[in-house]
């Protein structure tokens, strides 16, 4: 059977852990040629290990503007085009409005939104004809949860963008979708908060799932693979929202 991304270029951003690293995964097995990004030295090496030698694992901060525009001048020498794009780097920063320094807003929006404008941006010149975006949102972007509004802003902002792009790309013949997980077990939770909080908190998001539990991070790739491969051919400037009935029920 024919593989769903044979012969595609691929780059996921964010490739080294959580979503990011089951997706680059699940994406060399059908059969992409798969570039990954990453920023930290220790998640970097362990990728390589884990992805192996067929997948280019690469250094670069997705939230400077200098990085992302190497990162494609880099893409274009290695491979002269590309066919799918995840947009999938992001971070989480926790704090109310009142208690946060506006460098907390800054950091988030510059890795979630900035970086994505610009690799967007960057990518254009060399999509052809068939090519795919998809941009890792939240469902965060539809709630209004303490303490996250500077994600929870850059992820509505995202999805805004994943319209306009997909306008703006239709010419191209290029898609442009969003993907708005649920709370997903990937680490990220672990990331910003100490293990008793973080533990309560993801208990606490699983229990208002209708599911009753987090997702995992490979259900979250099948659902980037759905929207980078053709099966989703007739799909654009759409959000698909994956999480287990949480916002939908
Ligand atoms: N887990 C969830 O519940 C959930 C739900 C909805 C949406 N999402 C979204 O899914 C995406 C992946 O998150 P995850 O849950 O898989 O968390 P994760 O394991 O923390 O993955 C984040 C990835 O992004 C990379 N990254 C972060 N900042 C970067 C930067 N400045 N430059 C380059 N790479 C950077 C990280 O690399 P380093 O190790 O080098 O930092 C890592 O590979 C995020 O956009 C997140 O907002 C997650």
Redesign the pocket.
């Known amino acids: 059977m024919r593989k769903k991304l044979e012969g595609k270029i691929a780059l996921v951003?964010?490739?080294?852990?959580?979503?990011?690293?089951a997706t680059a995964k699940l994406f060399r097995d059908e059969g992409a040629r798969v570039i990954v990004?990453?920023?930290?030295t220790k998640?970097?090496e362990e990728a390589r290990i884990h992805l192996g030698s067929t997948v280019d694992v690469l250094s670069?901060?997705?939230?400077d503007p200098a990085a992302i525009e190497a990162l494609f001048v880099d893409i274009a020498r290695r491979y002269e085009r590309l066919d799918v794009l995840f947009l999938?780097?992001?971070?989480?920063r926790i704090g109310t409005i009142a208690e946060s320094p506006l460098s907390t807003f800054e950091d988030v929006m510059r890795?979630?939104v900035v970086?994505p404008w610009l690799s967007l941006k960057h990518a254009t010149p060399l999509f052809r004809s068939g090519g795919a975006v998809v941009l890792?949102?939240?469902?965060?972007a539809r709630l209004g949860m303490v303490g996250s509004s500077a994600y929870a802003g850059s992820?509505a902002a995202l999805r805004s963008l994943g319209r306009v792009a997909a306008a703006e790309l239709a010419a191209l013949g290029v898609r442009v979708n969003v993907l708005?997980?649920?709370?997903?077990d990937?680490?990220?939770?672990e990331?910003v908060l100490d293990p008793a909080t973080a533990a309560a908190t993801l208990a606490h998001l699983a229990e208002r799932i209708v599911l009753k539990r987090l997702g995992n991070?490979d259900e979250i790739a099948r659902a980037a693979l759905f929207l980078a491969s053709d099966d989703s051919s007739f799909m654009t400037g759409e959000e698909m929202v994956v999480d287990g009935g949480m916002t939908r029920v």
């Open positions: 951003t964010g490739g080294t852990t959580g979503i990011g690293l990004t990453g920023r930290t998640t970097l670069s901060d997705a939230g999938n780097a992001g971070i989480v890795v979630n970086g890792n949102a939240s469902i965060n992820k708005s997980p649920g709370p997903t990937s680490g990220i939770t990331k991070v």
